[in-house]
């Protein structure tokens, strides 16, 4: 289970240091397994355990193709898809085409989703909070049914 979030360094090489408070979990669930991806509504990647990431590729993978929407978003969920597998220190290395397509220079953040992380560039997270709280703040804010039937 995955969350909050942290903040992390890419090195040199575009390597990402999972927390350690996570490996342990991910060495057990999916024997160090992952798979990044890119995110189709955001400049952010997804990060999955490869069990969690073969649950939404296949259901990505049979939405049907007669809708626009649904090829490209398979386009970029499943055409930008890439295995990874931690390293001894409990490292990624995060493809540098999708280090470009999340604008991620070295600074980034790690924000847990509950089943996967989202990887952040720092400064577009920090920019996406922003505007997550002035659109919460408006009284005309749009939230979906089940949003709306929480409680918090």
Not at 11 to 40: F, H, M, N, Q, W
Not at 94 to 102: F, G, M, T
Not at 127 to 141: F, G, L, M, T, V
Request: proline letters at 5%; hydrophobic letters at 45%.
């Amino acid at each position: 289970m995955f969350l909050g979030d942290t903040s992390l360094n890419l090195d040199a090489k575009g390597r990402l240091a999972i927390p350690a408070k996570y490996r342990g979990g991910l060495v057990e669930c999916c024997a160090s397994r992952l798979v990044v991806t890119a995110s189709p509504w955001d400049a952010c990647l997804w990060l999955y355990p490869y069990n969690e990431w073969s649950e939404i590729a296949r259901s990505v993978s049979r939405l049907p193709e007669a809708v626009p929407a649904n090829r490209d978003v398979k386009r970029m969920v499943l055409g930008h898809a890439a295995d990874l597998e931690m390293d001894g220190q409990g490292r990624i290395l995060l493809p540098a085409s999708l280090r470009e397509y999340a604008g991620m220079e070295k600074a980034v953040m790690l924000v847990g989703q509950f089943h996967k992380c989202e990887i952040w560039s720092a400064d577009a997270w920090a920019q996406k909070n922003e505007e997550i709280r002035a659109a919460a703040s408006r009284p005309d804010s749009e939230l979906s049914e089940e949003l709306r039937n929480l409680s918090f």
